[in-house]
């Protein structure tokens, strides 16, 4: 066996016999890396951890589990789930998404078959992260997400109402509803007074105003709240139920599952469901807030960004394998939080590291400071996880879903949730937006009548072979040898459908009737009043100015312009054709007077019905949209909005001067009272533009010449110069990349200065005061068809990148 050892010589008087050689003219030795931590990420750690400590205690009494599990599921989130999950920036935790869940198995089966429960969902998600199917996890309808969130908050907030009045929850929301006017009847004072300063300073310290308020908010209001609350108790010498930490010696760990096996899966299921789906949407979330932050996402030379996409099927193996560890050890579910995250984010975290400090924190405040813990009162904690179920019933994500036409699906989930629970709810859910996707699938609208000699039959919505018994119907309306014309305003349409409809269309036509089939899909045949259809213009399809190439005769001048409003939104012939006389064959005029007939024909009949509403109950916009003049801005493209959404002023530069005799301007500080103070909208909107020709001749402007009314206007341009030549001003960015150049700088330092002029508005200023407006800058680069919405971020005025609708799930 010897023999088959390599031996090697070494030289006695070498004490290290394993040093490496360096080999001359090669590179140094590359020094061993050592372990460091960020500043940047040891304040965002204190920040994360001063928010985790109250609202885990908070979890665990609304749950029904002992305090300390809490404390265990925050530092298993922060050191196991931080350093193995996939989203470096997202902290993990005890969420009060999973309260309802959680207290309904500790209610069924008792606290040590719940922590096996928990262990077993992580093994779940540890075999659903091997297959890699997070990002099916994110298929689900946003509305099912939200409508399970918000019927788990309002099934906290109705629990935690017991306990804010000084009673005790029951097991479920109608007892908890039956039993609220006896527990009315018998208020306990000191909890009710203690609970009072707990909401009230969650309410107002975040709405300290001025300088001083700007310090103190960099404290967590969470924290204030409490602590405030329990000094108060403390001092006062209230006598009211406390925070009881029993020693860590008897804590209970995981035991044996105990109970029916399909209740034990079907728990199982909504635990690993309602976890799983949580931490994957706050992953998403938190990338959202990264890419505003451009010292995270921006290489440089020789090296790559900072913090890098999240990778969803590894955030689901750390999520499980950190439930794992928590049920063992005793603690509630682990999932990603939002409020956590984004503090963490906004704080200036910067790796990884941030979310395990947190953890390490944690375990030292469980370690040494429970004689502080255990002066907290348990109503304080009972109204803070109350405000937080408040929250988690967004309206901005009730307004969403009404808007996409899915609130009955969130209705349903909310409902089934609150009733139910939180599987059953979520399966009713499911159900119905699978029932809604069928009914859109299978509605389809066939309507026809008769104008000036031509049938029309007019089919809205996907045409399939369910919809060929209605379709024939309406067909068989047109008498034969008669003009027809076929609106399909539809993207689909099934073999069937077709078939029924080609045959009729050769049937017709060969009795001698013609047929002319429309649609808004490109390349459908479009015609013309006079039979042509040489224009294949659609919506936001490529096109210059509606000049169709057409024959240069007479009887074809007729042939080009657009197929609907939304074409004719951009102003015909406003650039880039040549000079014709007006009203000639091709001229401008003739092209605005197409574009409004093509507005006549294709467009006033679908929207007939919502203008006349409006013209009935009168303009209601929720927002302001200052915007530049210029051609290339259609507002109601970039904005998706319709008729009566935006209250839209246009002006050289978008600019707002500032309110006074000497640089006022009366009209758009006329129409900044008007949509204030009248129409009530909720929002102001300046958005600047990449290539702004006001801008461009601000910066090449030379003093004195002419006052020409241009110059005369252009003086209120005049502030955003100065402001990006003060170098005691940091310049406004956009995310992920510098500004093309000194035109693009100062189109996105108009914008913040702008917004400047707007809130010294009389008007403006006051609405702010009252919290009833808010004020938004955004930035629209042409070229890249890209909106950016103006944020800040260490402060410093960063445009991000507009990509989508999901938000951060409600705050947990």
């Known amino acids: 066996m010897s023999a088959c050892v390599p031996t090697r010589t070494t030289d006695p008087s070498d004490s290290n016999s394993t040093r490496r050689i360096h080999r001359p003219h090669s590179p140094p030795p590359t020094p061993p890396r050592r372990f460091r931590v960020a500043g940047a990420d040891v304040s965002a750690s204190i920040a994360v951890f001063l928010i985790a400590l109250p609202l885990s205690l908070g979890i665990a009494l609304a749950t029904g589990a002992p305090l300390q599990a809490g404390l265990v599921a925050a530092a298993v989130g922060g050191l196991v789930a931080g350093r193995l999950g996939g989203s470096p920036l997202q902290v993990s935790g005890p969420a009060a998404g999973l309260t309802v869940v959680t207290a309904d198995l500790i209610h069924r089966y008792g606290w040590r078959t719940t922590c096996a429960i928990t ?12 297959l890699r199917v997070a990002r099916g996890a994110l298929a689900v309808s946003p509305a099912i997400v939200h409508g399970m969130l918000a019927g788990i908050g309002v099934t906290i907030a109705v629990a935690q109402l017991h306990i804010v009045l000084g009673g005790t929850p029951q097991s479920s929301v109608l007892d908890n509803l039956r039993a609220l006017p006896a527990q009315l009847a018998h208020l306990q004072p000191a909890a009710v007074s203690v609970s009072v300063l707990t909401l009230t300073l969650l309410f107002l310290w975040p709405r300290v105003p001025g300088r001083a308020g700007k310090l103190l908010r960099k404290v ?105 560890v928590s049920g063992a050890l005793g603690g509630l579910p682990v999932a990603g939080v939002a409020v956590r995250s984004s503090a963490n984010v906004q704080a200036g975290a910067v790796s990884r590291n941030s979310t395990m400090l947190h953890g390490v924190l944690v375990v030292i405040a469980a370690l040494l400071m429970v004689p502080a813990l255990e002066l907290i009162p348990l109503a304080s904690l009972a109204a803070l996880v109350m405000a937080v179920g408040v929250q988690m019933v967004s309206l901005h994500h009730i307004r969403t879903v009404t808007r996409h036409r899915e609130v009955l699906v969130y209705a349903v989930t909310t409902l089934g949730v609150v009733f139910l629970g939180v599987l059953e709810g979520v399966t009713l859910g499911i159900a119905v937006a699978v029932g809604v996707a069928l009914h859109r699938l299978t509605r389809t609208r066939i309507t026809h009548h008769e104008r000036e000699g031509v049938h029309h039959v007019h089919v809205r919505g996907q045409l399939t072979f369910l919809a060929v018994p209605r379709l024939s119907r309406a067909l068989h309306l047109v008498p034969q040898g008669a003009v027809a014309v076929v609106e399909l305003d ?37 015609a013309e009043p006079d039979g042509s259809a040489d224009c294949r213009c659609r919506p936001w399809t490529a096109w210059r100015n509606h000049q169709c190439e057409r024959p240069h005769s007479p009887s074809a001048a007729g042939h080009a312009g657009a197929s609907s409003a939304s074409s004719a939104s951009g102003a015909p012939g406003e650039a880039g054709g040549p000079v014709r006389s007006p009203g000639a064959p091709g001229s401008s005029g003739h092209d605005l007077a197409r574009g409004i007939s093509a507005f006549q024909r294709n467009t006033a009949p679908i929207v007939r019905g919502e203008l006349a509403r409006l013209a009935r109950e009168g303009q209601r916009p929720t927002q302001l949209f200052l915007t530049c003049a210029d ?40 129409a900044i009272e008007y949509a204030v103070d009248v129409l009530k909208v909720r929002s102001i909107t300046v958005c600047g533009h990449s290539g702004c020709g006001a801008m461009q001749a601000l910066l090449t402007s030379e003093p004195g010449g002419a006052r020409t009314p241009l110059k005369r206007w252009l003086r209120h341009g005049t502030p955003s110069l100065d402001r990006m030549a003060d170098d005691g001003r940091p310049w406004a960015r956009l995310a992920g990349r510098a500004p093309a150049d000194a035109v693009e700088q100062l189109c996105l330092t108009n914008v913040v200065q702008q917004l400047e002029h707007l809130s010294a508005h009389d008007s403006v200023a006051r609405a702010l005061r009252d919290g009833e407006l808010e004020l938004h800058g955004m930035y629209f680069h042409v070229g890249e068809a890209q909106a950016y919405l103006l944020t800040e971020a260490s402060g410093t005025e960063v445009f991000g990148r507009v990509t989508d609708a999901d938000g951060l799930p409600s705050p947990a």
């Open 119 to 130: 262990v077993l969902a992580g093994v779940a998600q540890l075999g659903l992260g091997c």
């Open 490 to 526: 539809g993207s689909f349409m099934d073999h069937a459908a077709f078939e029924s409809l080609q045959d009729w269309q050769k049937t017709h036509t060969a009795q001698g009737g013609s047929v002319e089939l429309t649609g808004r899909r490109p390349g459908t045949r479009i």
């Open 220 to 324: 967590p209001t969470a924290l204030v709240a409490v602590a405030g609350a329990t000094a108060v108790a403390s001092l006062t010498g209230l006598t009211l139920p406390k925070v009881d930490l029993p020693s860590w010696s008897s804590h209970a760990l995981a035991g044996l599952p105990e109970g029916p096996v399909l209740g034990l899966v079907a728990a199982v299921l909504t635990t690993t469901l309602v976890c799983s789906v949580q931490s994957l949407l706050g992953a998403v979330a938190v990338d959202k807030l990264v890419s505003g932050r451009p010292d995270l996402v921006t290489a440089g030379p020789g090296r790559a960004a900072r913090v890098g996409r999240s990778d969803l099927d590894r955030e689901l193996l750390g999520q499980g394998a950190a439930n794992i």
């Open 631 to 670: 051609s290339r801005l259609v507002t109601s493209m970039i904005t998706s909005s319709g008729p009566g959404d935006l209250f839209v002023v246009r002006n050289v530069g978008n600019l707002v001067p500032p309110p006074g005799e000497e640089s006022g301007d009366d009209s758009v500080a006329a």
